[in-house]
Nanobody
Framework: VQLQASGGGLVQPGDSLRLSCAISGPPLRGGNMGWFRQVPGKEHDFVAGLRWNGGYTYYTDSVKGRFTISRDNTKTTLYLQMNSLKPEDTAVYYC???????????????????WGQGTLVTVSS
């Protein structure tokens, strides 16, 4: 499985941005997909997760009501719609896949097997 994240950029507080993660290689048939973010000196923090079958979603508290994780109908792209962005959302954002992941590990970075290269989101006035 190969993942390619894109869509980051410099935006002002309150703006919106949509990140995309192109998925290639063997088709995913289950498990979890997630978005994580990382700032210098810190580990990957969970942002949002999606159960590949069934579409269950889960968010970290700080982004609930502002971010939405989704996938397209062809199941080849994962999205993260980010609204009402805040300076504290500034980070490198990574998409990740865990083809055999279970629900209880949806928000756990070490449980993910494949990672994209990251895309930088900067929220600043």
């Amino acid at each position: 499985v190969q993942l390619q994240a894109s869509g980051g950029g410099l935006v002002q507080p309150g703006d919106s941005l949509r990140l995309s993660c192109a998925i290639s290689g063997p088709p995913l048939r289950g498990g979890n997909m997630g978005w994580f973010r990382q700032v210098p000196g810190k580990e990957h923090d969970f942002v949002a997760g999606l159960r590949w079958n069934g579409g269950y979603t889960y968010y970290t508290d700080s982004v609930k009501g502002r971010f939405t994780i989704s996938r397209d109908n062809t199941k080849t792209t994962l999205y993260l719609q980010m609204n009402s962005l805040k300076p504290e959302d500034t980070a490198v954002y990574y998409c990740a896949a865990a083809p055999r992941g279970i629900l209880s590990t949806l928000g756990t970075a070490p449980a993910y097997d494949y990672w994209g290269q990251g895309t930088l989101v900067t929220v600043s006035s």
